[in-house]
């Protein structure tokens, strides 16, 4: 059994997964719009340039999306990435956070050397982190 997140977008979804590939170092391993689906009996032509079906790989999970017409911005969920130091906690925030918004900037807490809450200029949120190594206990 495998549990995978997929994500909807409002017709920028190849901009979306091309932006995380790059930033985030992930790896695109399919992207199929709607007009290069076997079956266009139900393909809108309004959106043959959009999403269908898209898979990122990242940090060893995948990330699946598509363009939805009426999709929305994400609300109570988050995509969590952690990180193994606190410059990469740095650079995926700055990078993520252009041109989105700032729900928590990046910063210290008590279960993290670095962490920070926004939503990318996709309609994404994501929590950034890099956790604070924890005492062994026992």
């Known amino acids: 059994m495998t549990m995978n997140t997929y994500v909807n977008f409002a017709g920028n979804c190849a901009d979306a997964f091309r932006f995380y590939a790059t930033h985030l170092g992930g790896t695109i391993g399919m992207m199929m719009t709607h007009g290069e689906s076997p079956d266009q009996s139900h393909a809108n032509p ?26 929305e911005p994400m609300r109570s969920a988050y995509l969590s990435l952690g990180v ?51 005492p062994a206990r026992g």
């Not at 309004?46 to 999709?71: C, F, N, Q, Y």
């Open 84 to 134: 193994s130091s606190d410059a990469e906690a740095e650079r995926v925030f700055d990078a993520l956070a252009a041109g989105g918004t700032v729900f928590m900037p990046m910063q210290e807490t008590f279960f993290a050397t670095r962490f920070g809450q926004l939503r990318d200029q996709f309609g994404i949120n994501w929590m950034i982190l890099h956790e604070r190594p924890m």
């Open 46 to 71: 309004k959106w043959k340039d959009a999403v269908l079906h898209a898979r990122l790989s990242i940090g060893g999970t995948e990330l699946m999306g598509a363009d939805i017409p009426d999709a």
